[in-house]
């Protein structure tokens, strides 16, 4: 890489201001972090104290049949993909969508079907010819449950119609802030709610009956373990986001070194070439 | 007089965790007044306005639709939205209602004047929170306030 040093003083330049640019998206995506992991805090008891209520009800309705607890044979499958809306956070979202497509290989088109959460994901989906039933996208960096509650809505009440039998969601699970986890987990049909087993044995006047109102309490818990996920692949957008911006700081910062290095060396080599001119130019003087 | 915990969870934060003398709302089977040491009960909430008696005086929360647990020792609202009357900002409740009145004029077909009935509804319940908070001298604001630890 022989330049001359003006060359290289120009790239240095360009260097250190991307390095300026990455540095500070790097401290912005910590500070989202801290706030969507608050929002993560925040939003816990309502999900611990319906769980809590799912299993005191489950435990006196337990004959019940609802659809959403129904194993149904499988002729359709859903996929909640979450992806982010913006780029720039490393493997982030090629994670999430290179998983999701290991959950279709081998499968038609007809038997399965996609609702996406953030603009990447649709944007893949829908190019690639992929079938989407429904997507969310631009949500606020600390997403809130209005946010989410309608795409949240609208899957439940199609798993509901039997538009698809079970569904996944496919998504980065946070587990700190440098490390995120590909997972696709199972949600519907709900089966987790044998836990009412070890329930208390607390006898309930229900009102206006069990039936009913288990039948709202379902479609409302499901909708939360949708806004759990969601706020969870937030969290973990921002940590890889995090990283992502700061491994390219420290990648900025070598470049500048061995620039830094390149450029003494083109600067000493001149000086050089200099001296022996000027030695040579007196030489013949003599 | 005796108190018991109520704590309003949305799925956004807890609204509210405080001791009660009483608590009125309306449930799916009509009204409910719930005193401390209730028989266990659960039920279905309708959204409106639900009153609060506190130690101080009564205040007044607006809520869309969720659920109550009624323990004899404890009581858990789990609603989708819930704000206390003298937090509620009007500014925004009469945009609110502004859209939805315009919506309901514009609209016949039934899915979209159904929502918008939904929100012109909702509007009313925060307008009657508001109003009813502040009649009554706004007292959680005033426990709240009264505690140095709350944001």
Same mark, same amino acid.
């Given at each position: 890489?022989?330049?001359?040093?003006?060359?290289?003083?120009?790239?240095?330049?360009?260097?250190?201001?991307?390095?300026?640019?990455?540095?500070?998206?790097?401290?912005?995506?910590?500070?989202?972090?801290r706030r969507v992991q608050e929002a993560v805090q925040l939003s816990k008891p309502y999900l611990e104290k319906m769980q809590e209520m799912l299993a005191d009800i489950a435990h006196s309705a337990r004959f019940v049949k609802h659809p959403l607890l129904a194993v149904r044979p499988v002729r359709r499958t859903g996929y909640l993909v979450i992806t982010s809306d913006r780029g720039l956070a490393g493997a982030y979202n090629a994670n999430v969508i290179r998983r999701a497509l290991q959950e279709f290989r081998g499968k038609d088109k007809a038997s399965y079907t996609i609702f996406a959460v953030g603009r990447k994901g649709r944007d893949f989906f829908s190019r690639h010819g992929y079938p989407l039933s429904g997507e969310a996208t631009g949500l606020p960096d600390s997403p809130t449950y209005p946010s989410i509650?309608?795409?949240?809505?609208?899957?439940?009440?199609?798993?509901?119609?039997?538009?698809?039998?079970?569904?996944?969601?496919?998504?980065?699970?946070?587990?700190?802030?440098?490390?995120?986890?590909?997972?696709?987990v199972k949600v519907l049909p709900l089966t987790d709610l044998s836990?009412?087993?070890?329930?208390?044995?607390?006898?309930?006047?229900?009102?206006?009956d069990e039936v009913t109102l288990l039948t709202a309490l379902l479609p409302k818990y499901a909708e939360t373990?949708?806004?759990?996920?969601?706020?969870?692949?937030?969290?973990?957008?921002?940590?890889?986001?995090?990283?992502?911006?700061?491994?390219?700081s420290?990648?900025?910062?070598?470049?500048?070194?061995?620039?830094?290095?390149?450029?003494?060396?083109?600067?000493?080599?001149?000086i050089t070439t200099q001296i022996a001119e000027v030695v040579g130019g007196a030489e013949a003087l003599k | 007089m005796s108190t018991v915990p109520l704590q309003v969870v949305t799925p956004d934060r807890v609204v509210l965790d405080m001791d009660i003398q009483m608590l009125s =709302?309306?449930?799916?089977?009509? @009204?409910? *007044?719930?005193l401390p040491r209730h028989t266990p009960l659960a039920t279905t909430v309708k959204p409106g306005v639900i009153k609060v008696k506190l130690a101080e005086g009564e205040d007044f929360l607006a809520v869309s639709e969720g659920f109550l647990q009624v323990m004899?020792?404890?009581?858990? =609202?789990?609603?989708?939205?819930? @704000?206390? *009357?003298?937090?509620?900002?009007?500014?925004?409740?009469s945009l609110a209602k502004e859209r939805a009145e315009k919506r309901l004029a514009e609209h016949a077909d039934d899915v979209q004047t159904e929502r918008a009935k939904a929100a012109l509804q909702r509007a009313n319940y925060r307008t009657e929170a508001h109003e009813l908070s502040l009649k009554h001298g706004e007292v959680i604001k005033h426990r709240i306030e009264g505690k140095e630890n709350i944001r």
């Amino acid at each position: 890489m022989a330049q001359s040093p003006r060359d290289i003083r120009r790239r240095i330049k360009s260097v250190q201001n991307t390095a300026q640019i990455t540095k500070a998206m790097e401290m912005v995506a910590a500070a989202k972090l801290r706030r969507v992991q608050e929002a993560v805090q925040l939003s816990k008891p309502y999900l611990e104290k319906m769980q809590e209520m799912l299993a005191d009800i489950a435990h006196s309705a337990r004959f019940v049949k609802h659809p959403l607890l129904a194993v149904r044979p499988v002729r359709r499958t859903g996929y909640l993909v979450i992806t982010s809306d913006r780029g720039l956070a490393g493997a982030y979202n090629a994670n999430v969508i290179r998983r999701a497509l290991q959950e279709f290989r081998g499968k038609d088109k007809a038997s399965y079907t996609i609702f996406a959460v953030g603009r990447k994901g649709r944007d893949f989906f829908s190019r690639h010819g992929y079938p989407l039933s429904g997507e969310a996208t631009g949500l606020p960096d600390s997403p809130t449950y209005p946010s989410i509650s309608s795409l949240a809505e609208q899957i439940v009440s199609a798993y509901g119609a039997e538009e698809f039998d079970e569904l996944y969601m496919v998504y980065n699970e946070f587990i700190n802030a440098v490390t995120q986890r590909t997972v696709a987990v199972k949600v519907l049909p709900l089966t987790d709610l044998s836990k009412a087993d070890t329930a208390r044995k607390v006898n309930f006047l229900y009102e206006p009956d069990e039936v009913t109102l288990l039948t709202a309490l379902l479609p409302k818990y499901a909708e939360t373990l949708v806004y759990q996920a969601v706020l969870d692949a937030k969290a973990s957008e921002h940590g890889a986001r995090m990283t992502a911006m700061g491994n390219a700081s420290d990648a900025a910062g070598e470049m500048i070194d061995s620039l830094t290095l390149a450029l003494n060396r083109a600067r000493q080599a001149a000086i050089t070439t200099q001296i022996a001119e000027v030695v040579g130019g007196a030489e013949a003087l003599k | 007089m005796s108190t018991v915990p109520l704590q309003v969870v949305t799925p956004d934060r807890v609204v509210l965790d405080m001791d009660i003398q009483m608590l009125s =709302l309306r449930g799916g089977g009509g @009204e409910l *007044g719930i005193l401390p040491r209730h028989t266990p009960l659960a039920t279905t909430v309708k959204p409106g306005v639900i009153k609060v008696k506190l130690a101080e005086g009564e205040d007044f929360l607006a809520v869309s639709e969720g659920f109550l647990q009624v323990m004899p020792d404890r009581i858990t =609202l789990l609603v989708e939205s819930a @704000e206390v *009357g003298s937090f509620i900002d009007m500014d925004r409740v009469s945009l609110a209602k502004e859209r939805a009145e315009k919506r309901l004029a514009e609209h016949a077909d039934d899915v979209q004047t159904e929502r918008a009935k939904a929100a012109l509804q909702r509007a009313n319940y925060r307008t009657e929170a508001h109003e009813l908070s502040l009649k009554h001298g706004e007292v959680i604001k005033h426990r709240i306030e009264g505690k140095e630890n709350i944001r």
